[in-house]
C-alpha cells in the first residue's frame, strides 16, 4: 500500500517520559514507540523532534515553548515512576494551549483511574466485572449468593500489567475477605490496589482508530491461553508482557483468526469499543480489553486511552492485521488531534 505523504511539513514534537537508568521494562519500551513514530513522521515528510519529561514542569515548559512545535505527539505515560501522573502532561500542554494527540487531559484521567473509569462504565449501563475497594465510600460488594468467588487484585492506577502475577488471583467467602489481600499488596508496594472479579474465560484486545466518520474498530485479538497447564490462571501478567524469556511471555499469542461462530461475539465487542471510547470521550486511537466468560457473556476490563505503539505490541498488530501500514494511522492520529490539523487529511498524497 502507497504511503502517504503530507504536501505541508509540520512540526512534530514528541513528547514522552523521561527514562532513566532505573526505569523499568515498562517505562524504557517508551523508546521504541518514540523510534516507531519518528519513522513514521519522517515517511510522513514531517519535521520531528524528542524531548523527555519529568515532573519539572518548569523546566518541561520551556523547553517545549523553545521548539516552537505545531503539535506534540504525546507519548507521556508515566511520571516520577508511576502511571498516577500520566495525565500531567497533557494538562501542561492545555495550559500551553499546544494542540497534542491522543485523549485530552481529562479523558486520559478518567480512564486510566481503573476505579473511576469502572463507576463510569457501570454508571453508564456498560459491563464490567464487580470490585471491592478498602475505602467505606467505595463499591461495596455484596455476595449475592453464599460461596467463594475469584478475585484478582490490581493497582488502582499502574497499567502494563504492574506486579500481576499468578498470585494476584484470589478465592473470597465475602467481600471483607479481600481486605487482607488489598491491604498486603498496597503495603508491598506503596500504591493503591482493588479487587476485581475474576471472569473465568477468553481474552480480546480491540483496538481503535480515529476515522473521518468516527472511530474505527481494528481486527479483534484474543490471547491463546491454551499452552497453559490446568490449574494456572489464564491472565496477561507482568512476565507474559515483559519477561521474554519465561513461559507465560511464550505461551500467551495474540489471534486473529475465529470460526463463524465467533462472529455474532465479535460484533458485540466492537460495539461494546465504540461505545467505550464514547464515554469517556477519547480521541485519536484507543485499545479496550475485554473478557468473555464461559457462557459468553462479555465484561469490559479497561480502556487503554494511549496505548502501546511500539512495531511489534498489539496495536500495531491489529494495524497489519487491518491492512493499515503504520505511517497512515500516525497520520490519522495527528489529524485527530486538532482542527487545525485535520486539514491534514486533505492534503495527503499517495506516492507515486
Not at 537508568?21 to 515498562?26: K, T
Not at 508511576?82 to 494527540?101: N, Q
Not at 462504565?121 to 449468593?145: I, K, M, Y
Not at 511489534?312 to 493499515?324: F, H, T
Request: aromatic letters at 8%.
Amino acid at each position: 500500500m502507497p504511503k502517504p505523504k503530507c504536501s505541508n511539513t509540520v512540526h512534530v514534537l514528541i513528547l514522552h517520559n523521561e527514562v532513566e537508568s532505573d526505569s523499568s521494562v515498562a517505562d524504557q519500551d517508551v523508546l521504541a514507540q518514540v523510534t516507531a513514530v519518528e519513522t513514521a513522521l519522517q515517511e510522513l515528510g514531517h519535521r520531528s523532534t524528542r524531548l523527555g519529561c519529568t515532573l519539572d514542569l518548569l523546566t518541561a515548559k520551556r523547553q517545549i515553548l523553545e521548539q516552537q512545535p505545531d503539535v506534540v505527539f504525546n507519548l507521556v505515560e508515566s511520571l516520577d515512576k508511576t502511571d498516577r501522573l500520566m495525565h500531567v502532561a497533557a494538562a501542561l500542554l492545555d495550559s500551553l494551549r499546544i494542540p497534542y494527540t491522543g485523549s485530552t487531559t481529562e479523558s486520559l484521567f478518567f480512564s486510566s483511574q481503573k476505579l473511576l473509569a469502572k463507576q463510569w462504565l457501570r454508571s453508564a449501563g456498560l459491563p464490567t466485572p464487580d470490585w471491592v475497594v478498602d475505602n467505606p465510600s467505595g463499591h461495596a460488594l455484596q455476595f449475592a449468593s453464599p460461596g467463594p468467588r475469584r478475585f484478582i487484585i490490581k493497582s488502582v492506577y499502574e497499567h502494563a500489567s504492574f506486579q500481576l502475577d499468578d498470585a494476584s488471583i484470589v478465592t473470597a467467602e465475602s467481600g471483607a475477605d479481600l481486605l487482607d489481600e488489598i491491604r498486603f499488596r498496597a503495603r508491598q508496594w506503596g500504591r493503591p490496589y482493588f479487587a476485581e472479579e475474576f471472569i473465568e474465560g477468553r481474552e480480546f484486545n480491540l483496538s481503535l482508530l480515529a476515522g473521518e466518520d468516527g472511530p474505527q474498530v481494528l481486527p479483534p485479538a484474543e490471547i491463546d491461553f491454551s499452552n497453559f497447564p490446568a490449574g494456572k490462571p489464564r491472565i496477561v501478567g507482568h512476565d507474559a508482557k515483559w519477561s521474554g524469556d519465561s513461559f507465560e511471555y511464550q505461551n500467551t499469542p495474540r489471534t486473529f483468526d475465529f470460526p463463524q461462530h465467533d462472529q455474532p461475539l465479535l460484533d458485540d465487542l466492537s460495539s461494546l469499543a465504540i461505545e467505550t471510547w464514547k464515554l469517556f470521550g477519547v480521541r485519536g486511537y484507543a485499545r479496550v480489553d475485554f473478557r468473555v466468560s464461559e457462557q459468553g457473556v462479555p465484561t469490559i476490563l479497561e480502556i487503554n486511552s494511549n496505548p502501546c505503539l511500539s512495531l511489534d505490541a498489539g496495536y500495531a498488530a491489529a494495524l497489519k492485521q487491518a491492512q493499515i501500514d503504520f505511517p497512515t494511522a500516525i497520520a490519522r492520529i495527528l489529524s485527530a488531534s486538532t482542527p487545525y490539523l485535520s486539514t491534514l487529511n486533505s492534503q495527503l498524497s499517495t506516492s507515486p
